[in-house]
């Protein structure tokens, strides 16, 4: 049995299956927000300020997200939970606000307009997250 399917046995994995694409958008949304909002920040921070700093604390919940993906267990499947929860709310408050009040924002977050400029993967990615921790009941859940 090689490693990977030994893990895949492990009580409480999250990123067996469709979780590990899980795990690879979030890596990417990763990347992606940090990679963006540090090079705002440093070079056009004056120009917009709410929309940097949201799009950097997008990123931070995203990495949150994915390390307690990999991690697994019981209390990464809470604190999955706790920041998908979040996530999800601030794409719903972040994109309510910049659909009301664009003027608001200088430049676009990653949430701005539920993600539009991210093809809407910030807004689907929480609510598929939520749902496949809900289909990975820990093993303690299973039975009830």
Same mark, same amino acid.
């Given at each position: 049995?090689?490693?990977?399917?030994?893990?895949?046995?492990?009580?409480?994995?999250?990123?067996?299956?469709?979780?590990?694409?899980? $795990?690879?958008?979030? +890596? =990417?949304? *990763? !990347? %992606?927000?940090?990679?963006?909002?540090?090079?705002?920040?440093?070079? /056009?921070?004056?120009?917009?300020?709410?929309?940097?700093?949201?799009?950097?604390?997008?990123?931070?919940?995203?990495?949150?997200?994915?390390?307690?993906?990999?991690?697994?267990?019981?209390?990464?499947?809470?604190?999955?939970?706790?920041?998908?929860? $979040?996530?999800?709310? +601030? =794409?719903? *408050? !972040? %994109?309510?606000w910049t659909v009301i009040e664009p003027s608001v924002?200088? /430049?676009?977050?990653?949430?701005?307009?539920?993600?539009?400029?991210?093809?809407?993967?910030?807004?689907?990615?929480?609510?598929?997250?939520?749902?496949w921790l809900r289909l990975r009941k820990a093993p303690?859940?299973?039975?009830?």
């Open positions: 049995m090689t490693v990977a399917q030994e893990r895949e046995k492990q009580p409480g994995r999250l990123i067996g299956g469709p979780g590990m694409l899980l $795990v690879w958008f979030y +890596g =990417v949304m *990763v !990347v %992606g927000a940090v990679s963006r909002s540090v090079y705002q920040i440093a070079t /056009d921070f004056e120009r917009a300020p709410l929309s940097y700093v949201l799009s950097a604390v997008a990123g931070v919940v995203y990495g949150f997200i994915t390390y307690s993906l990999v991690r697994g267990g019981e209390t990464a499947r809470r604190a999955a939970r706790v920041c998908c929860a $979040v996530e999800l709310a +601030g =794409v719903v *408050v !972040v %994109g309510t924002f200088h /430049d676009a977050t990653v949430w701005s307009d539920y993600g539009m400029g991210y093809v809407f993967i910030p807004v689907l990615l929480p609510l598929s997250a939520l749902y303690s859940q299973q039975g009830a």
